[in-house]
């Protein structure tokens, strides 16, 4: 064997690993809006628009075990309160291998629907409400880190 053998060619893989642009994944895009034309002072219902890369999942809401985190979404705005649950899809429910539990889940396109009390005084024309929305994705290989939104 030769010398780039045995020293060069590991050096040159160890770089060329550690030199690879690290793969960002963002396999959900979330949106919201209102249902309706809002007033202010009125019960109005946010749907938060929920897009996942094919393969890949979220949480349920509701009635998740322990260990994968549920998706929660909230709104710390002072120009609303949140007036009622969340609402989202039936999920779909089945066993997963490596939390070892059945857990709901959603997949694909979905929305969720936040009802929420818009401020008597609010100026409809102009505002922009606050929504924050947390949640795990995953495959069937892996879990990210929950994020959120």
Known sequence: MTYF???IRPILLILGINLLPAQKLAPVTLSAKAESHPRAGEVVNLSIHTELDEGWHIWGVYNVPEGPIPTSIET????VRKTGKV???APIVKFDEGFEIDIPYHEKTLDFILPVLLKDDLNIGNAELMVSVQYQTCNDRLCLLPKTV
Do not use: A, L, T, V
């Open 5 to 7: 053998s045995y020293f």
């Open 76 to 79: 710390n705005d002072e120009k």
């Open 87 to 89: 609402r989202e899809p």
